[in-house]
Each structure stands twice: as structure tokens, then as C-alpha cells.
């Protein structure tokens, strides 16, 4: 005879085999009274042993029977006779005892609440047993009426155990709770019993601090008292001092006026003093500006002149060293005379200029861009062999050239006077040569543009500059400039001086005014272009190239400007095609006449 469990531990049975079925309930109730812990695997151990049963009952149900553990607690050998079971001959061993406390099924109602798959295989094993009195319905009203009785007397203990159980779990809770009050309620009182020690303590010191400063009070009521009758007594002195000091404070303004006014007629020369910083004598400058080359005839035809030359100290390291001079009276035309400050300074053994501002705004050149500062001083750098410096220098107006070329004719002639020795003379002589030595622009300080209704436009250039030659402006018609950008027909430039004309090798024209001469000349034209020479040839391509400048010369009409503007630079490349043609073919007549000549001998 084996239980529920012990059969689905124990091999396959080969015969018939008694099966006593224990409830769930049972099961849990036992292993929890028995002290085990692991109910869930109680529970599973049920559960997987009702599955193997029910499986071998399908199998074996002529050689299996199932006897349920509650009918059986009385006599178990008498419920197998009536069964129709003979006991085994071994003996048989009591039934299973159920447990009888109410709460512990209380208990495990409730977890079989949650197992609805154990509820199940239970009923199907319930209703698979024999009935142990054989009587049928009958016979089994009484032990079912016996178990309900018992049933609800055990659930009425249940609740009435479960009701004691939360009256005394709430009461518990309730002392917990006051405990926990009186707990703090005691901290509260302790606390509050040292903030009151604290207190009295406070106050005490209170009490004589307030003694200490009534005291101090009345010491201060009595040296306030003193005080103020001293500084009546001070007030009045004061009184007699600061008018006293007020006529003296007007006297030294005066003077600080006076001596300010003085030290602003000073600055000047003391700026000069501290740039110079020598005691040499002046150079004289008597001959200026009677300068040699194409310098000196720019100068001279722009007015340039300078009174005195100081030259100061040398500065710098090599390779960077440097001349300080000081230019007095210096004036360009009609302008009025200043001072210049300038430094000759050799660059890794490359000449050029520094030219600084002055204390009181002026500025050597009119186009005035810095390079950096020196002392709080701007200043202007030029070196001809800088790439930066040659580009300045290519775009420099008509004014700023006759300037530099007077500082710089200026200086080296006061270096060449003067008992200076060394590099410095060479240096200045240098950096006139390279000046002279750069390629020859149409320069002008201004440029304007009028528009004629003939459709061309009237340009003039203020105060050109065209090497040696110098001219207050230069007038040009520029006929039929629009309709016909790359071959119009341009008045001869005419300058603003009589017997002086910008292109010698064209007349005016009979009425007496400028001629037309049609740029560029084309090839069907070659008298026209050989007549006007090499020297006219180089002058006109110079103005080509400084039409362009037309399009900023602020025209009326920005379109007309630029398409000016574009003319010009098309005229030029024309001219310069055209001028290229006319030098081969000269290099040509001359080769020709040259092997004319050899064949004649």
C-alpha cells in the first residue's frame, strides 16, 4: 500500500497495487506542523504525485485501487474488507492523522487558494475512490454530516483565533505607537530642558552686558559732550584755514594754468628732443630742394622744400638698424610748413624709410595707413624690395610721391653735408636709387568723370605725375566709350599748362582744340601709331592703364563706370598687342636693312 507521494517516488508497480489519497490540505498542514519550511515544494511534490497517479489509474484501473485517507482513520484493515481488498500480510500502518488546529487550515486554505491545479487533481483523484462502507449515498451521510460539523466548528475557532489574533496585533501596534510618543516626547522635554539651562545662562550674560553698556553709555554721553565743545572750537579755526587755503588754491591754479599752457607750447620740441636725443648742430638746408635726377625735377615741379635737417641717434641691432632725423619746415606747394619725424633704417642690409606721426596730428603722407606703433606713435614703414612696400608704392598718388622723394632727397643730402660716417650715407643714396628706379605710373591725387550727351564721358586727373613731368590736371574726352567699348575715339589729352602738351607728337586741330585720336590704333592706321613715337606710345598706355580707375571716381552712373571700367582694360591689352606688333616689325625692317647693307659691300 502506497500514498499519493510514494508512488510517484516508487517504480512502475507489475501487479495490483492500494493507493491511500491524501487531500492537499493534509499535505501542507503536516509538513508545516513538522516544522519544513519549503511548503512550495511540498506543494509540488503533491501535485507531480496526483499526476502520476491519475496517468497510471488510465493505464491500470483493473489493477489499481484508490482509498481515500479521511474514510479510513477508524479501522484501516476493516475498510479494506469492505472495499474488497484483502490487508497485506505485513500488517497495515495507521492512517495519516490530520491536523486539528484552525488556524494552521486557515492557513493553508488560503495558500491552496492560489494553487488551483492542486484543487483540481484532487477532486479528479477524490472522485476516483472506492467507497470504504460500500453502503452507497446512504451509507455516507452520516461521516459527511459528522465532517461539515466538524468543519464549522473548526472555521467558527478559526475566526474566533484570528479575531483575538488582530485584537492583540492592534494592540500591540497601539503600544508600539505610544512608546514610540513617550520616546519622543521625552527628547522634546530634555531638549527643551537644555535650550532653558541655555537661556538663563544667555540671560545672565545679558544682564551684564546691559550693566557694561550703561556705564559705557555714560562715559561716551560725557566724552561727546567734550568732543563737541572741541570741535566748535576746531570748527572755527577751520574756518579761518580754508579761506586761507581757498586764496592759495586760487593762486597755484593759476600758476598750474600758466605752467600747462607753457609745457603744450614745449611738447612739440620736446618730442623732437627725445627723438633725436643729440646735441649735434642742425644741418643746413639752404640748397634745398636743388636735388639731382628725376627726383629732384618731381620735387621742384611740386614745390617741396625743407628748412633743416637734425640727425639724431642710430637704433637697432643688426639686421635691423635705424637713423633718427628730424625734418623742419618741410612743405609741399602751397601748403603750410611742419615738422617730420623719420627714421632711415637698413633691413637686412635693404634700405627704407620709417615715418612717424606727430604729438600734435600731423601725419607725413596724406594716405595715411600704419603699420604699427612705437612709444604710442604711429608709423608707416617702406621698403622698395618688400613686396608690401613696392605695392604701396606702385599705387602711391601724385602728392605722397613728391613728399617721399623729398624726405628722402632731403635726408641724404643733409647726410652727405654732415660729418656722419659710416653706412648711413650709402644707405640714404641706396634707397633714392631704388625710388628713381621704380617703374613709372600715372600718378594723380583725384579722378572724376562726367558724363557727355554724346554718350562718352569727360575725365579729369588732378596734379599728374608722369615721371619727370608734372601737370596741375590732365583733361580727356573719351568719345563714344559705350557703344563702342574696345575702339573709341579719345581727345588728345591736353594738359593744364601752355606749350606743354602730355602726347608732343599730336597737334590740336584746326579750330584749336584737342585732336581725336582713335585708341587703339588699328593696323590699317600704322602712320598714325608710328607718328606719335616711343615716348607718346608709353604715355598713352600709361593713361590706358589708369582709366580703369574711372569705375571709383564716383560717376553719376555706377554702369556707366564699370563699363568704362572694362574699356579701358580691353583698350590697354589692344595697345599692348598692337605695341608688341609694331617692335617686331621694327627689329624686322632693321634685320632687313641690316642684310641689305652686307649684300651692297
Same mark, same amino acid.
Given at each position: ?169 492592534w494592540r500591540h501596534e497601539r503600544l508600539q505607537r505610544m512608546t514610540a510618543e513617550l520616546d519622543v516626547a521625552l527628547d522634546v522635554g530634555q531638549a527643551r530642558q537644555r535650550e532653558l539651562g541655555a537661556a538663563t545662562s ?63 607750447? +614745449? ?59 628730424? +625734418?623742419?619746415?618741410?612743405?609741399? #606747394? ?26 600734435? #596730428? ?70 633714392? #636709387?631704388? +625710388? ?53 575715339w579719345m581727345s588728345t589729352p591736353a594738359g593744364a599748362r601752355e606749350g606743354r602738351p602730355v602726347l608732343g607728337a599730336v597737334t590740336p586741330d584746326a579750330d584749336g582744340g584737342p585732336a581725336l585720336l582713335r585708341v587703339p ?31 571709383d571716381a564716383g560717376a553719376p552712373d555706377p554702369t556707366r563706370a564699370v563699363s568704362a571700367a572694362q574699356a579701358a582694360r580691353s583698350m590697354l591689352a589692344q595697345a599692348l598687342r598692337h605695341d608688341r606688333r609694331e617692335q ?18
Amino acid at each position: 500500500m502506497l500514498t499519493a507521494r510514494e508512488f510517484a517516488a516508487a517504480p512502475a508497480p507489475g501487479g495490483a497495487v492500494t493507493v491511500l489519497v491524501q487531500s492537499p490540505a493534509e499535505a501542507l498542514a503536516t509538513a508545516i506542523a513538522s516544522g519544513r519550511d519549503e511548503v512550495d515544494e511540498v506543494l509540488a511534490q503533491w501535485t507531480a504525485g496526483a499526476r502520476g497517479l491519475l496517468q497510471h489509474l488510465r493505464g491500470h484501473r483493473d489493477r489499481t485501487v484508490l482509498l481515500h485517507a479521511d474514510d479510513l482513520r477508524a479501522d484501516l484493515g476493516a475498510a479494506f474488507r469492505r472495499a474488497g481488498v484483502e490487508p497485506p500480510a505485513s500488517g497495515l500502518a495507521p492512517a495519516p492523522r490530520t491536523c486539528d488546529d484552525p488556524v494552521l487550515l486557515t492557513i493553508v486554505q488560503a495558500m491552496l487558494s492560489q494553487a488551483p491545479e492542486a484543487q483540481r487533481l484532487h477532486d479528479l483523484l477524490l472522485a476516483s475512490c472506492e467507497p470504504a462502507d460500500g453502503g452507497g449515498i446512504a451509507g455516507t451521510q452520516a461521516p459527511v454530516q459528522a465532517a461539515a460539523a466538524r468543519w464549522n466548528t473548526m472555521r467558527a475557532a478559526a475566526r474566533d483565533q484570528a479575531r483575538r489574533l488582530r485584537d492583540a496585533g492592534w494592540r500591540h501596534e497601539r503600544l508600539q505607537r505610544m512608546t514610540a510618543e513617550l520616546d519622543v516626547a521625552l527628547d522634546v522635554g530634555q531638549a527643551r530642558q537644555r535650550e532653558l539651562g541655555a537661556a538663563t545662562s544667555d540671560l545672565a550674560a545679558m544682564r551684564e552686558r546691559a550693566e557694561t553698556s550703561e556705564r559705557l553709555h555714560a562715559e561716551q554721553r560725557r566724552v561727546s559732550a567734550e568732543l563737541q565743545r572741541q570741535a566748535e572750537s576746531d570748527r572755527e579755526r577751520a574756518g579761518r584755514d580754508l579761506a586761507a587755503a581757498r586764496t592759495e588754491c586760487e593762486t597755484l591754479r593759476q600758476r598750474v594754468n600758466a605752467l600747462e599752457s607753457r609745457v603744450r607750447e +614745449l611738447e612739440p620740441l620736446d618730442t623732437r628732443i627725445r627723438f633725436l636725443d643729440t646735441d649735434g648742430e642742425p644741418c643746413s638746408a639752404s640748397a634745398m630742394p636743388d636735388f639731382r635726377g628725376e627726383a629732384g625735377a618731381v620735387v621742384r615741379a611740386l614745390g617741396g622744400a625743407v628748412d633743416t635737417v637734425r640727425i639724431g641717434q642710430a637704433t637697432g641691432v643688426a639686421p635691423h638698424l635705424g637713423l633718427n632725423l628730424l +625734418l623742419s619746415g618741410v612743405r609741399l #606747394g602751397a601748403g603750410t610748413a611742419a615738422d617730420v619725424s623719420l627714421r632711415l633704417v637698413e633691413h637686412h642690409a635693404r634700405p627704407g624709410l620709417a615715418l612717424f606721426d606727430t604729438a600734435d #596730428g600731423h601725419r607725413p603722407l596724406a594716405r595715411w595707413e600704419p603699420d604699427g606703433e612705437e612709444g604710442g606713435r604711429a608709423f608707416v614703414l617702406l621698403v622698395p624690395e618688400d613686396g608690401a612696400s613696392s605695392q604701396r608704392l606702385a599705387h602711391m598718388g601724385s602728392s605722397d610721391w613728391g613728399r617721399l622723394l623729398l624726405y628722402v632727397g632731403a635726408v641724404e643730402q643733409a647726410l652727405h653735408q654732415s660729418a656722419v660716417s659710416g653706412r648711413w650715407p650709402a644707405v640714404a643714396t641706396a634707397l633714392r #636709387g631704388l +625710388l628713381e628706379a621704380t617703374p613709372r605710373r600715372w600718378r594723380y591725387d583725384a579722378v572724376c568723370a562726367t558724363p557727355l550727351q554724346s554718350g562718352g564721358l569727360r575725365v579729369r586727373f588732378a596734379n599728374v605725375v608722369w615721371g619727370p613731368r608734372h601737370w596741375p590736371h590732365v583733361d580727356i574726352e573719351w568719345v563714344d566709350v559705350l557703344a563702342r567699348p574696345t575702339e573709341a575715339w579719345m581727345s588728345t589729352p591736353a594738359g593744364a599748362r601752355e606749350g606743354r602738351p602730355v602726347l608732343g607728337a599730336v597737334t590740336p586741330d584746326a579750330d584749336g582744340g584737342p585732336a581725336l585720336l582713335r585708341v587703339p590704333l588699328q593696323q590699317t592706321h600704322p602712320a598714325a601709331w608710328q607718328r606719335l613715337g616711343p615716348q607718346d606710345r608709353h604715355t598713352l598706355m600709361a593713361i590706358l592703364d589708369a582709366l580703369p580707375a574711372v569705375g571709383d571716381a564716383g560717376a553719376p552712373d555706377p554702369t556707366r563706370a564699370v563699363s568704362a571700367a572694362q574699356a579701358a582694360r580691353s583698350m590697354l591689352a589692344q595697345a599692348l598687342r598692337h605695341d608688341r606688333r609694331e617692335q617686331q616689325r621694327q627689329v624686322a625692317a632693321g634685320l632687313l636693312r641690316r642684310r641689305s647693307g652686307g649684300n651692297g659691300r
